[in-house]
T-cell receptor, first 110, second 114 residues
Framework: GQQLNQSPQSMFIQEGEDVSMNCTSS?????WLWYKQDPGEGPVLLIA?????ELTSNGRLTAQFGITRKDSFLNISASIPSDVGIYFC??????????FGQGTRLTINP | EAQVTQNPRYLITVTGKKLTVTCSQN?????MSWYRQDPGLGLRQIYY???????DKGDVPEGYKVSRKEKRNFPLILESPSPNQTSLYFC?????????????FGNGTRLTVT
């Protein structure tokens, strides 16, 4: 079966620092999605990537769809306290269900 | 307001006592799904439904049942809960399944089975 590995599992950073996390897979996907889960809430879609090599930004967030279609990364620049939460990658192929990574828990020290 | 509503938010029960977690969406979405979230394991799909009266097993369906009699509701049923079903559960819906449209999640139900 497919293997999906998200890293790091947790990050402890200072406010203002940049953050980088990634997901790698043994399978090829057509879509990579990134979700964020705020404490006590359900995940919310941050960024969607639909083409290999695509680089997409959403404010301080930047995500890339790897050229091999087996990986993706998410960067957050100049972190702020509200960036705290758990980030999930969620790749998919066509109409198949999403597969979620294990999550990266981000903690920010003010 | 467009939303997915789960109830209850918190539930403590004992082994073997049947329970139902309700889920309702007001966005006329065709696709609905249940996930459980456990530390280090991310979100794992329990069951999903592509449309009314159509349900399929996800990755971890054992010990769970679902039904989709109406488009808006997708209850999760634990006929005989066990301690290993202690977890945080999320219901989600989208216009269509897969990556075709973003998933909208409820705020979760934290279940403890003693």
């Amino acid at each position: 079966g497919q293997q999906l590995n998200q890293s790091p599992q947790s990050m402890f950073i200072q406010e203002g620092e940049d953050v980088s996390m990634n997901c790698t897979s043994s399978s090829i996907f057509n879509t990579w999605l990134w979700y964020k889960q705020d404490p006590g809430e359900g995940p919310v879609l941050l960024i969607a990537l639909y083409k290999a090599g695509e680089l997409t930004s959403n404010g301080r967030l930047t995500a890339q769809f790897g050229i091999t279609r087996k990986d993706s990364f998410l960067n957050i620049s100049a972190s702020i306290p509200s960036d705290v939460g758990i980030y999930f990658c969620a790749p998919a192929t066509g109409a198949q269900k999403l597969v979620f990574g294990q999550g990266t828990r981000l903690t920010i020290n003010p | 307001e467009a939303q997915v509503t789960q109830n209850p938010r918190y539930l403590i029960t004992v082994t073997g006592k049947k329970l139902t977690v309700t889920c309702s969406q007001n966005m006329n979405h065709e696709y609905m799904s249940w996930y459980r979230q456990d530390p280090g394991l991310g979100l794992r799909q329990i069951y999903y439904s592509m449309n009314v009266e159509v349900t399929d097993k996800g990755d971890v369906p054992e010990g769970y049942k679902v039904s989709r009699k109406e488009k808006r509701n997708f209850p999760l049923i634990l006929e005989s809960p066990s301690p290993n079903q202690t977890s945080l559960y999320f219901c989600a819906s989208s216009l269509v399944g897969g990556a075709g449209s973003p998933l909208h999640f409820g705020n979760g139900t934290r279940l403890t089975v003693t």
